[in-house]
């Protein structure tokens, strides 16, 4: 509990938080944009924009909760918690179209998910480097 009452959020988050809100702004204008009268090339485009967008607020959200928790003083295990978590919930949405009969729509969200395997690894090393700077400092 101590760790939850010593959370402060630094400028890291508050730049986090607004990449959040620039993805989410993009997966509505995705989801406003997607219709049947699209050509085809653009309905693939928007559902694979969907994916990395929701692939990537995941990512963004469990980094910033992951350096959140270990800053305030808890265990970097809780960093590597948090992402677990955040894989996890990313390969539910990968199976999600399994339900649906188009290959197409799969090999999207896989791909999708490949190009946020590397841009939320990517991210993750900045945190964690980040993160090892403040712990060495005796914050």
């Known amino acids: 509990m101590d760790t939850i009452k010593n959370i402060n959020f630094d400028g890291f988050c508050k730049r986090t938080t ?3 809100g620039a993805f989410a702004a993009a997966l509505v204008v995705i989801s406003l944009a997607e219709g049947s009268a699209l050509p085809f090339a653009a309905r693939c485009f928007g559902v694979f924009g969907w994916g990395v ?3 990537a607020m995941l990512s963004l959200y469990a980094d910033m909760l992951g350096y959140a928790l270990t800053a305030a003083g808890g265990n970097a295990r809780l960093f590597c918690v948090t992402d677990a978590a955040a894989l996890a919930l990313k390969l539910l949405f990968v199976l999600e179209p ?10 999207l969200r896989f791909a999708a998910l490949l190009a946020d395997a590397f841009l939320s690894r990517a991210h993750m090393l900045y945190t ?8 060495s400092d005796g914050c």
Do not use: P, Q
């Open 128 to 135: 964690r480097k980040r993160l090892e700077g403040i712990l």
């Open 18 to 20: 607004a990449a959040i």
């Open 53 to 55: 967008c929701a692939c």
């Open 98 to 107: 399994f339900s649906l009969a188009d290959e197409n729509v799969l090999f």
